[in-house]
């Protein structure tokens, strides 16, 4: 799926030392005094790279949703097993994407943790995966 792509871009967070000038400004007064900034040397984020990742990310888990509801219906699994199914792949490939595309540097690349990346779009995937489970089956087990 991720032949010569990659999710990653080397500048997700990059350090600023120019920060706090806006508040500097705007406060008037010496930054070092104004506990709202945090000082110089802030992260910033970079959007472009986030959206990026975030897309890649939605477009794998999606076509995992597709491919695993293609092959529950296939197998004819029905009730639990098709759920069941559907739990084991979803986060087989979230694992698969931190583990291989990752390196295990979650942080890097989004601002989810552990747990909130593993979850992520289940509900989205879980609605491609009943479609096409439900489609497969009708075809192959009704018809």
């Not at 010496?30 to 959007?47: I, Y």
Request: charged share 10%; glycine share 12%; proline share 1%.
């Amino acid at each position: 799926v991720f032949a010569e792509q990659h999710i990653h871009h080397p500048s997700v967070t990059m350090m600023d030392p120019m920060a706090d000038i806006s508040a500097a400004s705007s406060g008037g007064g010496n930054s070092a005094n104004n506990s709202s900034t945090g000082g110089e040397g802030k992260e910033v984020f970079n959007l472009h790279a986030f959206q990026l990742n975030t897309k890649k990310m939605d477009t794998v888990r999606s076509f995992m949703g597709i491919v695993s509801g293609c092959v529950a219906g296939v197998a004819g699994l029905t009730g639990w097993h098709g759920l069941v199914c559907f739990l084991f792949l979803h986060l087989t490939v979230s694992l698969s994407l931190i583990v291989f595309k990752m390196k295990c540097d979650i942080q890097s690349y989004t601002n989810q943790n552990f747990l909130g990346f593993l979850m992520g779009d289940i509900q989205k995937c879980g609605l491609s995966f009943m479609l096409f489970w439900t489609l497969f089956y009708g075809l192959v087990y009704l018809f």
